[in-house]
């Protein structure tokens, strides 16, 4: 399969825009004061479109070759278990009273950990 992986088509892919998006209805329920009843009615957004972005990827990755495929199905691998294991140190910390993590936290966490492995499992299959 041919791609182009220019920086414009990059940030035009579907799963990318989903992802702005979310954060911008993010950034705007913790920093803008919403009437009561839009407030409740729009809470669900940002997951909503987190959930888009997720189904996106998964539709780009289906598009991949066999090869591809394997390498995002490892990295994501790799970051569920290592998500799962920084949620119990976390979990530990907040137990002992050091540090209490929050879920956008764990979120940031798991995609920085999600994409490290894809490009070291990217570069390690070259």
Do not use: C
């Not at 329920?29 to 729009?42: D, G, V, W």
């Amino acid at each position: 399969m041919t791609s182009n992986w220019g920086l414009s088509s990059r940030l035009t892919r579907p799963y990318v825009l989903w992802g702005i998006a979310a954060l911008a209805a993010e950034w705007l329920f913790k920093h803008e004061e919403l009437p009561s009843p839009a407030k409740s009615i729009l809470g669900f957004l940002p997951a909503l479109m987190a959930i888009f972005m997720v189904v996106a990827i998964l539709q780009d990755v289906r598009k991949l070759d066999e090869m591809v495929r394997r390498i995002h199905l490892q990295a994501a691998s790799i970051a569920f278990l290592l998500t799962v294991i920084l949620t119990f140190v976390f979990d530990g910390l907040e137990n002992a009273g050091v540090y209490r993590a929050t879920r956008s936290v764990l979120v940031t966490a798991n995609l920085v950990i999600w994409v490290a492995a894809l490009i070291f499992l990217s570069w390690t299959y070259r």
